[in-house]
């Protein structure tokens, strides 16, 4: 028999929140970092500004110098891409994503859609994403919303 853990209220991520080596940390008040080793490395820093979502990157004012797909607050205009190597890319590797499970090319993402302001009228935000081929494939969606 296994062992039976309560995982309530618990994000993908807070396994791999830290605020120092060897300390992990989901507490959104305090400032806290993506790592996949325990906290010795530090890949981004999760956003604690209660107007932006606590499972996104901290964001620098506009324009961003690294406009990733997951910062809290986006800047209109920049765009920003997915890719192995990046920490949306890390992400979706330590949470279960096979990146190496294409068989032909270099493992690649794609199809991704970004984010952008939801407005209304002829600024209305529509995204969304393409799966190719005919046989099965694993897909992970995140909206975030009020």
Known sequence: MGILYNFSG?????PFSSS???QRNSDVAAARYFSIDGGVTSIIYFNNDSNGSFADWASDACPQAHPY???????MG?????????PEGIDLDVIGYDLAQHQT???RLGNISTRSFVQTGDNVMIGG???????????IIRAIGP
């Open 20 to 22: 120092a080596p060897g």
């Open 78 to 86: 920049q765009f920003s891409d997915v890719s192995a190597t990046s």
């Open 69 to 75: 797909v997951q910062n809290a607050f986006p800047c």
């Open 105 to 107: 090319g270099p493992p």
């Open 10 to 14: 618990l994000m993908p991520n807070d």
């Open 129 to 139: 994403f393409i799966v190719q081929g005919t046989g099965p494939k694993r897909v």
